[in-house]
């Protein structure tokens, strides 16, 4: 199985920050990466679709890039509302489809 | 308002079954591949199993597989995971979840609320 690796696991941020989650494959995935939000208690929300594609009704502060192992979530301006967990996906092994271990965003 | 409502979770003994369910509204369900999602307690994402828009393919993690059944039935918009010999590791949030495509891009969306299933004697 492709193996997902999210860095940091958590990361201390104050609102109105820059923000940059990674997430690398153990191989190639070309852009079959997804992001989701989750927040506490409820179901992971779909951010980034094909690694750059924002999701109709997401705010344009999030964006992502990358191909092949190494991508980026983006935060542009962390609002109060964006802190939660997020969690890369990759969607190139079908129907396999491995996440990696979540990014904490916690209020400095 | 498409929207996907998980049922059925509860507390069970290790060794013991249960079947969750997952009712689908605001959309084509029988046009849709399917897929199950757990989380354990403070713990990440994993995929457990996936049924295709028919339910002619199906595919399982290696940690459910021979355990666990997936199914649907098209005519009542509902999705099926029947959980046999349930283990303490099998405790966890479940989610179900449609896939969507954009050209030879897919992702999950939207995912149910989730049921959560408790094994423990």
């Known amino acids: 199985d492709i193996q997902m690796t999210q860095s940091p696991s958590s990361l201390s941020v104050s609102v109105g920050d820059r923000v940059t989650i990674t997430c690398r494959a153990s191989q190639s995935i070309s852009s079959y990466l997804n992001w989701y939000q989750q927040k506490p208690g409820k179901a992971p929300k779909v951010l980034i679709y094909g690694a750059s594609s924002l999701q109709s009704g997401v705010p344009s502060r999030f964006s992502g890039s990358g191909s092949g192992t190494d991508f980026t979530l983006t935060i542009s301006s962390l609002q109060p509302e964006d802190f939660a967990t997020y969690y890369c996906q990759q969607s190139y092994s079908i129907p396999r489809y491995t996440f990696g271990q979540g990014t904490k965003l916690e209020i400095k | 308002e498409v929207q996907l409502v998980e049922s059925g979770g509860g507390l069970v003994q290790p060794g013991g079954s249960l079947r969750l369910s997952c009712a689908a509204s605001?959309?084509?369900?029988?046009?849709?591949?399917m897929n199950w999602v757990r989380q354990a307690p403070g713990k990440g994402l994993e995929w457990i199993s996936y049924?295709?828009?028919?339910?002619?393919?199906?595919y399982y993690a290696d940690s459910v597989k021979g355990r666990f059944t997936i199914s649907r039935d098209n005519a009542k918009n509902s999705l099926y995971l029947q959980m046999d010999s349930l283990r303490a590791e099998d405790t966890a949030v479940y989610y179900c979840?449609?896939?969507?495509?954009?050209?030879?891009?897919?992702?999950?969306?939207?995912w149910g609320q989730g049921t959560l299933v408790t094994v423990s004697s």
């Open positions: 979840a449609r896939e969507v495509y954009y050209g030879d891009k897919h992702w999950f969306d939207p």
């Open positions: 605001g959309f084509i369900f029988s046009a849709n591949t």
């Open positions: 049924i295709s828009s028919s339910g002619s393919t199906i």
